[in-house]
């Protein structure tokens, strides 16, 4: 009888809890909500998804509305629906069947759904600057009053792998005309709280009703006589004990137009302090800084004392993980190459804090770290330290942070742990070749065929440019000894890569090396990394770098990661054969370098067009190298397909090259032929920001760049002797020079419709002589291609196409297969 008892003041506490006349919640007088130059608007596509994602938290669900909510590191709730019933209309509506159009805005984004008789804004943001949930609210317009009802999936589940605890328990705690449930797990310390100012309960199941799980439901009376100036929040609250809960609830209630207005200016404020374009193609602009704000959306405060970078986000669906939503060592790293040339230093030093702080003793670098890795023995788990790939690649970024910020006091701060990484490098070479192996974690592939490599040419190049930068950095400390050192090491690994990788045979490089020294001669995209920093490339490469831009790697959405000629490929794989957006930056940056900018721009531009494309706004993770269309466990926002975008097209199609130290800005522009000119906004360089400008003039690119005041800078072509220190007086203006070769080429950047197949032709190589240009080009058999050509040169000739006005009319020859077709202009 005491246990009933007991149980019985229990359930009448559940059901009937007694109210908390302080948490009054109230709809929202409605406040401006406007449309800015970066919003992306399209009608709805039901199983698209979208992401909004914040330091705090986030929202990730489809176009059709249906949604999950995350505080960090804990998802709330799943499956959100609604449905509505209209006055006088006996057939209840299933909203989020209904049409509509999702706008897309960096501080918020919107689903509207119409119905003949109604329309319904779902307007989502996560808040920046303040600790706060992220926010729903629902903006009604009707001919009649609507009854609402909100149903969703409790979950109240910490990020894999904490541990669970039990489905959530609702409770109702009245408050006013209206309350707030509270989702109780088994763990008091775990509790969330979810409101909606004036809705009602659901179903609320007695004791003596057979066991049963009803929906969780918000009930909703909407008047358009009474309530059309009006916006009903979805307000959410981590923790535990009710009354804590609900006064969460209640500040967040009160603080939502404020925190909608700060996200706002948040954005605002990021892109006005950072590079900005404007080019004649509008899209390539908005799309540079759509991958700006991407980037930053990915930040995520732990712990509530740091912050660093996750690798990406998609709904998680029935699992406790969205996506890659764990912070990861080299996402990061070879993201932030995006953030030291697009000005974002501050978001660098923090990312790099973040992964300092989680160094093992050792030296090496972390691979990944849950957000829940706090809550569990994470160092037990095999993640942490998994790749081998983060060590060099921090050294490498280190250096260009310092070369973009001139910052040599953050290098002075982590020196120590710098050479810890950089004797845990030279410690794992178990073959004595001078390079780093893969013996102490992977390289890129965690799975190959039929082993998994001993040493990949991935790792590898990395190893030698990551050596190369602590050459330089160790100038910087004065270390004479360790720089020498350091750039002795540097040339070994960069004659032994020659020597033990390239396949003289087939004229291109191994994917890696076995411990007997025999070589796994898979064609692959990752020797293209060698070309990242500028300074390493490798030698008779031509052949290589043709296949790469062919057919045998690239689809029109982007580069598989290995040939289709090869037995292992599997378009739908993750590492055997589809295409990943950051494969393609890489390549795209190659190609630049290589003296081969027709293909580079043409998978930028492959990247930069998957903006639009899923995830609107973001870049998504893999993609079938086969058909156009993402993996079905593709992670839609991610880390470093966003910097994809950036990075090919700062460093190779505008060409910068930082030189803070000595005060100079190195170019080599490689702008698209139908460009006359361009202009860059807020370009860093140390503590300056130059607006520089490229206009064609003639056979030259007359490039001029602009400080706010007088300040010591110059400007150099990549060609000029590096180091060199800037000895021109302090001025606000340079300007420089460059000659354009006699005919620039350009093919046109389209993305095909989902599921299509590759049938675009592509230029697979490039020539430039004294006074010929000469392009081979691959394309499906009696197909034409349209070129758009520049002449920079009079009286120029064409050999292999037809003149069509500016342009070039090329077709291709019959035959089974694609066909080539050569095209020559001689002046």
């Not at 302090?273 to 732990?302: G, R």
């Not at 893999?622 to 460093?651: D, E, N, T």
């Not at 037809?802 to 090329?810: M, Q």
Request: hydrophobic content about 40%; glycine content about 8%; overall charge negative.
């Amino acid at each position: 009888m005491p246990r009933f008892a007991a149980f019985l003041a229990g359930l009448v506490c559940f059901l009937h809890s007694t109210p908390l006349a302080a948490v009054e919640l109230k709809p929202l007088i409605r406040f401006p909500i406007s449309k800015n130059s970066l919003t992306i608007v399209r009608n709805t596509e039901q199983a698209k998804p979208f992401t909004v994602a914040g330091e705090h938290g986030a929202i990730f669900g489809r176009q059709n509305g249906e949604c999950e909510a995350w505080i960090f590191p804990t998802k709330i709730l799943s499956d959100l629906r609604i449905t509505a019933e209209l006055a006088d209309y006996p057939v209840p509506i299933e909203v989020n069947a209904q049409p509509g159009s999702i706008e897309v805005s960096p501080g918020h984004s919107t689903i509207t759904y119409s119905h003949a008789a109604f329309t319904i804004k779902q307007h989502m943001f996560s808040p920046r600057g303040k600790g706060s949930a992220p926010v729903i609210f629902f903006e009604f317009a009707a001919i009649r009053p609507l009854q609402l009802t909100f149903r969703f999936t409790p979950v109240v589940q910490r990020m894999w792998p904490a541990p669970t605890f039990g489905r959530p328990s609702p409770e109702w705690v009245s408050s006013g005309n209206s309350g707030y449930y509270v989702l109780h797990t088994d763990n008091d310390q775990l509790s969330a709280a979810i409101a909606m100012p004036r809705a009602r309960p659901g179903v609320l199941q007695p004791y003596q009703e057979r066991p049963k799980t009803y929906p969780v439901e918000f009930k909703l009376d909407f008047d358009p006589a009474k309530d059309a100036n009006l916006f009903f929040p979805l307000l959410l609250a981590a923790g535990s004990g009710n009354e804590a809960l609900g006064n969460q609830l209640l500040a967040l209630n009160d603080s939502v137009p404020e925190l909608f207005t700060a996200t706002e200016n948040y954005y605002r404020q990021l892109l006005n302090n950072t590079v900005q374009v404007e080019s004649p193609d509008k899209t390539f602009d908005q799309a540079l800084q759509w991958a700006i704000v991407s980037i930053d959306q990915m930040q995520v405060v732990h712990a509530g004392t740091e912050t660093g970078l996750v690798a990406g986000y998609y709904s998680s669906g029935d699992s406790a993980r969205p996506g890659f939503g764990w912070f990861f060592g080299r996402d990061t790293l070879w993201t932030l190459y995006a953030t030291n040339a697009y000005g974002g230093f501050n978001l660098t030093r923090r990312a790099l804090e973040f992964l300092f702080n989680r160094q093992r003793a050792d030296g090496k670098m972390m691979h990944e770290y849950s957000q829940t890795a706090d809550f569990v023995d994470w160092k037990a788990l095999p993640y942490f330290y998994a790749s081998a790939d983060a060590t060099p690649l921090l050294l490498m970024v280190m250096e260009d942070y310092v070369s973009a910020s001139g910052d040599v006091e953050f290098l002075r701060k982590h020196w120590a742990a710098l050479q810890r990484a950089y004797v845990f490098m030279r410690q794992h070479d178990s073959d004595k070749d001078g390079i780093y192996e893969n013996t102490e974690g992977t390289g890129w592939v965690e799975a190959w065929p039929p082993v998994m490599p001993h040493q990949e040419i991935y790792l590898a190049a990395l190893d030698q440019q990551g050596t190369e930068s602590m050459s330089r950095l160790a100038a910087l400390m004065n270390d004479a000894s360790l720089s020498s050192g350091a750039a002795e090491q540097a040339g070994k690994i960069r004659r032994n890569i020659e020597n033990e990788y390239y396949d003289s045979a087939n004229r291109f490089y191994a994917f890696s090396r076995n411990s007997d020294g025999s070589t796994d001669k898979t064609a692959t995209i990752f020797p293209a990394v060698a070309w990242w920093t500028g300074r390493l490339s490798l030698p008779d490469a031509g052949e290589m770098l043709t296949r790469w831009a062919s057919q045998e790697f690239s689809t029109d959405w982007g580069t598989r990661d290995v040939g289709i000629r090869e037995k292992i490929f599997d378009s739908i794989s993750y590492h055997q054969g589809s295409v990943w957006p950051l494969f393609t930056g890489w390549v795209s940056l190659a190609e630049f370098r290589a003296g081969r900018p027709v293909s580079g721009t043409a998978h930028l531009f492959q990247n930069l067009g998957l903006t639009y494309t899923q995830d609107l706004g973001s870049v998504t993770e893999v993609l079938s190298g086969m058909f156009f269309q993402p993996l079905g466990r593709s992670s839609s926002h991610q880390l470093w397909s966003s910097a994809m975008v950036l990075s090919p097209a700062l460093r190779g199609l505008f060409g910068l090259d930082f030189d803070a130290a000595h005060k100079t800005l190195r170019l080599a522009p490689h702008l698209p032929a139908t460009w006359d000119r361009v202009q860059l906004h807020r370009v860093p360089l140390g503590d300056m920001r130059l607006d520089v400008e490229m206009v064609r003039s003639g056979a030259n690119l007359s490039i001029s760049a602009n400080a706010s005041a007088a300040v010591v800078f110059c400007l150099a072509s990549q060609t000029a002797q590096r180091d060199t220190h800037c000895e021109h007086p302090a001025r606000s203006h340079e300007q420089l020079t460059l000659p354009l070769p006699g005919v620039e080429v350009e093919l046109a950047a389209e993305l095909l419709e989902p599921g299509s197949l590759t049938r675009h032709a592509k230029v697979i190589e490039e020539k430039l002589y004294t006074r010929e240009y000469t392009i081979i080009l691959e394309g499906p058999p009696r197909s034409t291609q349209l070129l758009k050509v520049r002449r920079n040169q009079p009286d120029i000739s064409v050999q292999g196409g037809t003149a069509s006005g500016s342009d070039v009319i090329v077709t291709f020859p019959d035959g089974p297969g694609v066909q080539q077709q050569q095209v020559s202009f001689r002046w």
